[in-house]
């Protein structure tokens, strides 16, 4: 428990604290080049991944990306075709879901529609053999810990897609898995609720020290739940790291792409506006207008461009800038002036600011 | 652009054109319109003729004159509980249950393959397969039956090649379900309504259990349910309104059967046999109605049951 508080509370040094300690304390979940190929479709290729324990372990990636057969292969419902899998240390190669101290929370939460909510929450413990009495009260205990207490008795037909996801959420947790995984868990709610869950998830996480793998297609669910994050794109795992190491030093073009919108500069461009040269990453809010005519301060670029389109945002407003034969994309404060679509416009950004990738 | 000539509502005109705002202001007509017909089909022609009976049932026949009396009694309902003719109700009430249950265990497998794993063409091969019967006549496919059972037909050929008639021999030297041959025992009458009915268990079932997503079997086994488990929590009790569904069926078509009982099995009656005897030889229109009015109760009953099972629970 000790360990987990550290972990939690410098999720950036995560990595580092428990490389440390490797040795002594085997990873939540391991893969070794696992690969799940359905006959040409290679959903999963090669993928090598650690998630260590009381981690909140994102995996981002557009649909079709093999992040959910990833899980699924964590949890049993697919057997990889090459590779292994540990879960603590141990082996679970040709271990079923079943036999298996890892629990799922649903897509589409899968519950059961002929027993009523407490019965949904105490079916791992029915399954076990744990008296009527004793099952309800627990049942009854994780509902409150998900704050559903009032719904105990309804049918899952009554309840709303929110309160649904805080079923799946309680049957899962009541087994007290080692590792829970989340599948899309905030994808069918609608914004409101999902950033209220988004809280809630990670206090509840942060509270048992279980450790939370989940499944995303959302780049900003992603990065402000956790404390690691794979990106996945056709079957291979392209990056890992903190959110802030995701999102600031993206590795490669689709990273940076898919992660955040990011302006890609190519060498050929970087040369025109005496950028060095280089393939790199520069987000849109590091880009600033500036008063013409004041470019010699060290360290920075300047460029000059037509407006193309000018989009409000509410807390910003976002600017494509035609330069030359490149589109920059920018984002900046809604408040000051607003840049007239057709006009020109003159902005900077710091040559610390642009991320190099690897050329691709 | 101009505008002006074109009116936000054109008007559509015509009998059909007034005809079709009405129903969209006044919904209800349409489907007064729509129902009309098959309720009054329904209500007239199906229960009228229903109710017709339950009154014949409650009429008696004149033993002497043999003259149906048009006089409300309990006469003809006693004359069903004589020994003769509820060896009669029972046999038809046990041939049924056995046939819908053993039905159902042979349908589950071949639903379950056909709802979780066939897929393009498997799967309309498996349509065909179960509904070919269907397509050919009835009376056809019993009296196939007939010659594959008896003492020189094609199973007891089969059988014998194999070495294996003393099992058929001591199958038929069982008391009540054997007999001289498979053909005139119930064990034949059994097999052919077996066949008979079986599409239509297979097919309720298998849309039972279409509607059970993988992903609630992969949260049964997720919370350490067993396959033997998940069978018996999840897969059994959402597929029980398609067994159910196939079992009324089954269980009512054997009930009411008379046909195929005379063609293949013993000589002693079912009570499809019983009612066409008689409203015609005998001319006892009474009795072949309180026969008739057997099966409705017995459904009736056995629909009362499953609900309070809960078989409709997971509808």
Redesign the interface.
Known sequence: MQQNTVLIAMPENARQVSSSQEASFPAAVSLASVSRHFDAVKAVDQVDLTVHEGEFFGMLGPSGSGKTTCLRLV???EQPTAGHIAIFGEQVDGI???RRS???V???Y?L???MNVVDNVA??L???GVGKKERRRQAEETLELVRLSEFVDREPGQLSGGQRQRVALA??LI?RPKVLLLDEPLGALDLKLREQMQVELKSLQRELGITFVFVTHDQSEALSMSDRVAVFNQGRVVQVGTPVDIYERPETRFVADFVGSSNILEPAFCERIGAPSGLWSLRPEKIRLAPEGLSDEAGTIDVTGEVRHVQYQGATRRCVLAVKDTELALAMPAVGVEPVVGRTAHVRWRLDDMHGMKQV | MNTRDASVTPARGGVWGRLSDLFYRRPAILLALLLGPPLFWIGVVYVGSLLALLVQSFYSIDEFSGRIVREFTFKTYLELLRPSNLDIVLRTVLMAATVTVTSAIIAFPIAYYAARYARGWVKALFFIAVMLPLWSSYLVRVYAWKLILANEGVLNWGVSKVGLSPLIEALLSLPVIGGPSLAFSYIGTFLVFLYLWLPFMILPIQAALERV?V??L?????????PG?TFR??IF??ALPGIVAGSIFTFSLTLGDYIAPQIVGSSRLFIGQAVYVHQGTAGNLPMAAAFSMVPIVVMAIYLWIAKRMGAF??L
Not at chain 2, 218 to 226: F, K, T
């Open positions: 949890a049993g419902f079923p879901p079943y890892v629990n799922t649903f897509q589409d899968a059961f529609p002929h079916y791992g029915m399954i076990r049957r899962a087994n | 997503p992903s609630m992969d949260a049964s086994s997720d919370l350490g349910a067993r488990q929590k999840i009790p959402l629970n997971a």
